[in-house]
């Protein structure tokens, strides 16, 4: 290995955390390119604790205090803030290894959150931090190490050949570690090449899997955290933590965690096998459920089903059986898979055997039948180097289909894309242009690969390509990729997608069932009140440091017949495991109102940082039409009967139209119906119809601090 | 006639739940299927056969999202 | 492989077995800490002990389980994170767990509650591997 050069050691004194807190953070600068490095262990208040509570709420507090409503994604002031919560690392409940890392992003402009599984989170929060800020640029690649045995953190310069993920992650889990056993006391967060000019640039966060002897990857994909991090001149932050018992949190009481744990385990390996099928598949057990549903994205989401279906039975990938595929110690629902000794065809790493981490639906889908593409090996072979150059596969995905489907429309031609052909199905040359992200020298990949909302600009600047049309299919909202479902017959997930913090990914809720299916949400009120919960809801699990996943892809055998509606799908049941956890860490009690509350103040806060920023009101709050409906006559064409029927709801008679003004109808319509979700949904968060926290709510919610009443009272 | 979800179905003698799910499409394993306010289980579905008239809901789990 | 056999039929359940193990590896007299559980069930005996079949060992994300040279799972607390997996995922419901002792435990086949039983319902065998 290259070798690394020491440029700054700073000796800490470890804190024992103590009922899931530390009650310190670290603070690391990197300069102004001018090596004026610096490194603190700061304070975390009781107020920062209660209005807070951990994790993506530490995440925004420490990065509002770092930024300033001019500063850019590619200031050095820009942070990384990377917390846990004080759940996280916990080992006697599935899923709670989960860490939010927050920072502006190139992409929205404002800021953004994304989470990944891995050892990283625990590790740094045993080596005695609640939250690690990285601001600053280094003028030269760096690494960040923290050894939480030792109490030391050392800055080294490193100029590795290869800076791509899993090369660099390898090679840091080797050097740091002392022996084979050692390895696994290790997390790396790193990026790829393609970060270095893309703006979907992936965190990887490393677990290493003892039984493969090789780390593994997840991904904090979304938002371009991968691209903040390469702008820092930041090859990678490593964090060692030996001897790991699980029981580090300090717990208030250790035999709650016990006992609703192994209550939970007992559930996945009762249900497991006849519900979601997580320990054997994962999340891309979706594949063929979306497509019975017609939400599964084929084309750009032009179509919801596809008759190859088949092709991509989540069978096909070939997922290893048998290993413990959890991304953090105690998850049982080990939804983690990996296909082994996969033999790649393409790039840099041709003819080698790898381990691949995934595909995970959102992959499966975006780099399949979003592009047209029904082959697993393809899906694969594009998964794997997606991770390693650092691509948010998600936005990936999303961004190439609305590549292809410019190309299909002529927007595009071979002569922009350097001789590339881009129809939808085209694996070779999509696999091509993929590679070509790597390196930066491919003016038109490097396009692309900024995002659909820099595609639309520069195509139409560039290409002179119809900006109108982009405008209509270009799925993107508040400047990030749509992922992986479509949302057009849902009127609740329009919201659930484009009313939300951050852009369309779908943490906030998914209610496309409750909406669509089974239609549960008829009034506008009634879709309000499920995009007051749901978000509000699943913002806890970023609070604390917990996986969505084991709340609902596995449930209590009763569950559906023992709670009626809505209530089933909250599953009460696991809503009260998490309250039962909460307070046998923190020794604090909590009810289900004051879960609630104490999302919807950071959910509050967010919204107002992104006014500060110069975003966050109802402008900004933009979606394409082809969230809302067809665009194109083949699109209608394809379920032309619903179609027509859904026009007629609307009081349209559909007889003797042309399609074209069919489409034109039914979009008009649905743009009307949009405004009026907006309103309700704004009324129900407490926020004016400018989509700004009245003062009143941000009074009830305590979080009327001088600097947020000071963004209403000029932004308000 | 049954409704299914608010929607009018034509109903057939000897139509289970299961039937049901399947001409309707529904496939999805996190199902709940209430026939006028009772709850049925999954492996009831093949063999609960549901009246005329009766108002039917098959409420799909979220899971995934 | 070495493992300990009951035979249902002569138990008491006079709990001699749980105290003996419960004494020699918890220093403590103490039933929920026994690597042996012995429950009246219907006033029959309901003895739950490792048979040694090895199901816990995939299960472990850390690999804190493994076979030693008799055949017998052992726990290797250097690698236990205490997250009780294999505690719900034990096929014969034998590993067990207490807050006292974050890191599960079970029966490693030492043969003391063999000696302790008065009724000479246990025993450990050695079976040959195939």
Redesign the interface.
């Known amino acids: 290995m290259e070798e690394m050069r020491l440029l700054a050691e700073w000796k800490y004194e470890p804190k024992k955390l103590y009922r899931g807190y530390s009650k310190e953070f670290l603070s690391v600068d990197l300069g102004r390119e001018d090596g004026a490095f610096s490194c603190d262990v700061l304070p975390v208040s009781e107020d920062m604790i209660e209005k807070f509570t951990g994790g993506r709420g530490f995440g925004l507090k420490i990065l509002w205090d770092k930024v300033t409503p001019r500063s850019k994604w590619d200031d050095p002031e820009n942070a990384l803030v990377i917390s846990g919560g004080p759940i996280c690392g916990i080992?006697?409940y599935p899923g709670t290894g989960k860490t939010y890392t927050v920072f502006l992003s190139p992409l929205t402009g404002q800021t953004y959150n994304s989470n990944a599984g891995g050892y990283f989170g625990p590790f740094m929060k045993a080596s005695g931090f609640d939250a690690l800020s990285v601001s600053g640029k280094a003028s030269e690649n760096v690494v960040l190490f923290i050894d939480g045995d030792e109490g030391v953190v050392r800055l080294f310069a490193w100029e590795p050949e290869d800076r791509n993920s899993y090369t660099v992650t390898e090679a840091l889990h080797d050097h740091f570690a002392e022996n084979e056993e050692d390895k696994?006391n290790i997390s790396v967060i790193s990026s790829g090449e393609a970060a270095e000019h893309s703006w979907w640039g992936a965190l990887n966060f490393s677990f290493y899997d003892?039984?493969r002897g090789l780390p593994r990857l997840k991904q904090a994909g979304r938002g371009g955290g991968g691209t903040v991090l390469r702008d820092k001149k930041i090859l990678a932050l490593v964090v060692k933590k030996r001897?790991?018992?699980?029981?580090e949190n300090n717990p208030a009481?250790?035999?709650v965690l016990?006992k609703v744990?192994?209550k939970l385990?007992?559930e996945i390996?009762q249900n497991d096998d006849?519900?979601?099928l997580m320990r054997k598949i994962g999340?891309a057990?979706?594949n063929?459920?979306m497509n019975?549903?017609d939400i599964l994205p084929v084309n750009n989401f032009k179509f919801g089903r596809h008759e190859d279906i088949m092709e991509i039975d989540p069978v096909r990938y070939g997922f290893t059986q048998?290993?413990?595929?959890?991304c953090w110690?105690?998850?049982?629902l080990a939804c983690a898979k990996a296909v082994d000794g996969f033999e790649l065809l393409t790039g840099p790493c041709r003819g080698q055997k790898v381990t691949v981490d995934g595909p995970e639906?959102e992959t499966a889908a975006s780099l399949g039948p979003n592009v047209g593409i029904f082959d697993p090996l393809w899906t694969i072979e594009a998964n794997f180097y997606a991770d390693h150059y650092a691509l948010d596969t998600i936005s990936l995905g999303t961004g190439l289909a609305f590549v292809c489907e410019c190309f299909e429309l002529g927007l595009i031609t071979e002569e922009h894309t350097n001789g590339l052909e881009l129809n939808f199905g085209a694996k070779d040359d999509l696999l091509e242009l993929i590679h070509r992200m790597m390196d930066g020298r491919d003016d038109f990949a490097n396009v692309v690969s900024q995002g659909i909302r820099r595609m639309k600009t520069l195509f139409a600047d560039k290409y002179g390509a119809d900006r109108e049309i982009m405008e209509r299919i270009g799925m993107e909202g508040q400047g990030l990729e749509v992922s992986q479902?479509r949302c057009q017959e849902s009127m609740a997930q329009w919201g659930g997608y484009f009313l939300t913090l951050k852009g369309p990914q779908?943490d906030e809720a998914?209610?496309?069932?409750?909406d669509m299916?089974?239609?549960?949400l008829p009034t506008f009120e009634d879709k309000a009140e499920a995009l007051f919960y749901f978000p509000n809801f699943r913002l806890w699990f970023s609070l604390v440091g917990v996986c969505k996943l084991p709340w609902?892809?596995v449930?209590p055998s009763d569950?559906?017949?023992r709670y009626?509606?809505i209530e089933?799908?909250k599953v009460p049941e696991h809503v009260q495991n998490y309250l039962e956890i909460y307070e046998g860490v923190t020794g604090k009690p909590l009810s289900r109102e004051e879960m609630i509350l104490q999302s919807e103040r950071v959910y509050n806060y967010e919204r107002i940082f992104n006014l500060r920023m110069g975003k966050g009101t109802r402008q900004y709050h933009n979606i394409p039409d082809r969230a809302l409906g067809p665009v194109f006559p083949d699109e209608w064409e394809a379920r032309s009967e619903y179609f027509d029927g859904k026009l007629k709801e609307a009081g349209h008679d559909p007889e003797g139209l042309p399609v074209e003004e069919k489409i034109s109808l039914l979009q008009a319509h649905r743009r009307r119906e949009w405004e009026k979700l907006v309103d309700a949904v704004y009324e129900r968060r407490g926020w004016t119809p400018e989509g700004i926290p009245t003062i009143e709510t941000v009074k009830r919610l305590g979080i009327d601090y001088p600097e947020v009443l000071d963004v209403l009272e000029r932004r308000g | 006639m049954i409704l299914v979800?608010?929607?009018e179905i034509p109903w057939r003698k000897g139509m289970t739940i299961q039937t049901l799910l399947d001409e309707c499409?529904?496939?999805?394993?996190?199902?709940?299927v209430?026939i006028d306010g009772t709850?049925?289980?999954?492996d009831q579905f093949e063999k609960v056969c549901i009246e005329d008239g009766a108002d039917v809901?098959?409420?799909?789990?979220?899971?995934?999202? | 492989m070495k493992f300990l056999k009951y035979r249902l039929d002569r138990c008491t359940m006079c709990g001699s077995c749980m105290a003996a193990c419960s004494k020699a590896w918890a220093k403590k007299d103490d039933p929920a800490l026994s690597r042996i559980s012995v429950n009246n069930v219907t006033g029959l005996p309901d003895i739950k002990v490792c048979n040694q079949c090895g199901g816990c060992i995939?299960?472990?994300?850390?690999?804190a389980l493994e076979r030693d040279k008799n055949g017998v799972v052992q726990i290797r607390r250097?690698r236990?994170?205490?997250?009780?997996?294999c505690?719900?995922?034990c096929p014969s419901a034998s590993m067990f767990?207490s807050?006292d002792i974050?890191?599960p435990f079970k029966c490693v086949a030492c043969g003391i509650c063999v000696k302790a039983c008065p009724q000479d319902v246990l025993s450990i065998v050695e079976e040959k591997e195939a």
């Open positions: 080992t006697q696994r003892p039984r001897n790991f018992s699980g029981t009481d250790l035999s016990q744990g192994t385990h007992r390996r006849v519900q979601c999340t057990h979706l063929l459920v019975d549903y048998g290993y413990a595929d959890g110690y105690g998850c049982s639906y479902y779908h998914w209610l496309i069932f409750m299916v089974n239609k549960q609902n892809d449930e569950n559906r017949i009626k509606g089933a799908a | 979800n608010g929607k499409g529904y496939t999805f394993r996190m199902i709940a209430w709850p049925y289980r999954n809901q098959v409420l799909h789990m979220i899971s995934g999202g | 995939a299960v472990c994300s850390s690999m250097d236990c994170t205490s997250c009780l997996i505690v719900e995922f767990f807050s974050p890191s």
